[in-house]
């Protein structure tokens, strides 16, 4: 994987991360303000995730895009929003951190 495709798909993870407060607290898109943010910062995310696909696999770039952009929401939540985490949803993010590492690592 070259640096720029790296750094578009580390931006494109960053906007999809920091959209996710604005859906939150744009109240099913009934608040103005955080409605436009959210929508400004995944239309960021969409660009980013795109201009690394002219350099990543599709499925190589996504898994990581959306596994590591659900953690970061999760990580989020935790720490905005106060919200707890059963022992299925920490199974569940395990799950996705090894789908990632695994669409990382090189097949042999």
Do not use: C
């Amino acid at each position: 994987m070259n640096p720029t495709a790296l750094q578009f798909l580390v931006l494109a993870i960053a906007a999809e991360v920091a959209g996710t407060p604005g859906l939150k607290a744009s109240a099913g898109f009934g608040r103005i303000g955080p409605s436009m943010l959210a929508v400004l910062r995944y239309a960021l995310a969409f660009y980013f995730l795109a201009q690394s696909l002219k350099y990543i696999p599709l499925g190589v770039a996504y898994a990581i895009w959306s596994g590591l952009g659900s953690v970061g929401s999760v990580l989020l939540g935790l720490l905005i929003w106060k919200e707890i985490l059963g022992p299925v949803h920490i199974l569940g993010i395990a799950l996705i951190v090894v789908d990632v590492v695994l669409n990382v690592v090189p097949s042999t």
